[in-house]
């Protein structure tokens, strides 16, 4: 019988705390909130949070109106300009959720002792000014070897300028069908 009366008598309290108090923690409607007895403001329907099998709706509505094509992560129209501006290279890799895109080196015509490689970054989802980064490296070859050359910024900047008037060239051609 004492086991009995253990059990009770560490019940009770416990008991006791679940009284009265805890039902106006959820008196206003099943979302109550405990500061103050003050309901939540949810939001309904498509928006409500919930992302059934990786799918947000909403998300993808709002990337879409953001100006980015269906599975890339960065601008499309950024994208697609940069991949044909710097389309004279071969093409080492391109990452379109990372934005970044690397060309072997390749050696102009008439040059037979200079190489030049590009990295490309395309930079966010909005088709800004800044929305894109080239960095060009040149290389020469001296006595046999291969050895890095400086490119002046400028070079930088003019293939940033191909490439985004290529983006505004796009974006104006998608708006016009």
């Known amino acids: 019988m004492k086991p009995?009366?253990?059990?009770?008598?560490?019940?009770?309290p416990l008991l006791a705390a679940c009284g009265d108090s805890n039902q106006r923690l959820v008196s206003n409607d099943e979302y109550g909130d405990y500061r103050g007895n003050v309901a939540r403001n949810r939001p309904q329907g498509a928006s409500a949070g919930i992302v059934v099998f990786g799918v947000d709706k909403d998300?993808?509505?709002?990337?879409?109106?953001?100006?980015?094509?269906?599975?890339?992560?960065?601008?499309?129209?950024l994208w697609r300009a940069t991949?044909?501006?710097?389309?004279?290279?071969?093409?080492?890799?391109?990452?379109?959720f990372g934005g970044t895109i690397i060309t072997d080196w390749y050696t102009p015509a008439g040059a037979t002792n200079e190489r030049f490689r590009a990295q490309a970054y395309v930079l966010g989802r909005q088709l800004r000014s800044d929305?894109?980064?080239?960095?060009l490296f040149r290389q020469t070859l001296e006595r046999?070897?291969?050895i890095d050359s400086p490119v002046s910024a400028s070079t930088n900047a003019d293939m940033e300028d191909k490439v985004l008037a290529r983006a505004r060239e796009l974006r104006s051609q998608s708006a016009a069908r």
């Open 59 to 77: 998300r993808e509505a709002r990337e879409a109106a953001a100006g980015g094509g269906a599975g890339l992560s960065v601008n499309a129209y």
């Open 131 to 135: 929305g894109v980064k080239v960095q």
């Open 144 to 146: 046999g070897q291969w």
């Open 4 to 12: 009995f009366l253990a059990v009770v008598a560490t019940a009770l």
């Open 83 to 96: 991949l044909d501006t710097l389309s004279f290279m071969p093409l080492a890799s391109a990452d379109p």
